[in-house]
């Protein structure tokens, strides 16, 4: 009940086009829901975050959906570019952060 | 603002010896800092959860007496791999907490190679 399940584990999107990454959850003491871009080497950014209590986030070219009923949520990367090719991680948290297994997007340029 | 650093970036040590690994948060005060670790094309794992001036609570599964952590400050956390042996070597990242905020923020990370 703990676990985040992300999908895909890997997606190839082409400059321009919308990736969208999405994750499901189970746990509805859930009440935090951020994104993490982490690239090789480095340890993860936080990119944008989203509570429970509304269905739709946007920041810069970084859109997250959240579907409270359903129990999931998604990330959205409008106007994609190379620089962009990165791991993406959910997270959802109570007391603690649990993270999705990660998704590897790579835009083609 | 919400910058976390770490210390080493990287390094490399011989089995049974022991390592210190730094973590600070440069503009925040952190009242809680977590520690990751991060196995090639993996997820992070939380290892244990640091309150500073009290002891850290560790998950299960994570020796508490091999990974030693002390969080001295409100700033400042310290990791200790103590006795490393090569199936220690990982990716340990921590991330802290502003007092009173939910957003987790993470440091670059320390590779740590046990020869």
Known sequence: QQQVKQSPQSLIVQKGGIPIINCAYENTAFDYFPWYQQFPGKGPALLIAIRPDVSEKKEGRFTISFNKSAKQFSLHIMDSQPGDSATYFCAARAQKLVFGQGTRLTINP | ?115
């Open chain 2, 1 to 115: 603002g919400a910058v976390v650093s770490q210390h080493p970036s990287w390094v490399i040590c011989k089995s049974g010896t022991s390592v210190k690994i730094e973590c600070r948060s440069l503009d925040f005060q952190a009242t809680t800092m977590f520690w990751y670790r991060q196995f090639p094309k993996q997820s992070l794992m939380l290892m244990a959860t640091s309150n500073e001036g009290s002891k850290a609570t560790y998950e299960q599964g994570v020796e508490k007496d091999k990974f030693l952590i002390n969080h001295a400050s409100l700033t400042l956390s310290t990791l200790t791999v103590t006795s490393a042996h090569p199936e220690d070597s990982s990716f340990y990242i921590c991330s802290a907490s502003p007092a009173g905020l939910y957003e987790q923020y993470f440091g670059p990370g320390t590779r740590l190679t046990v020869t």
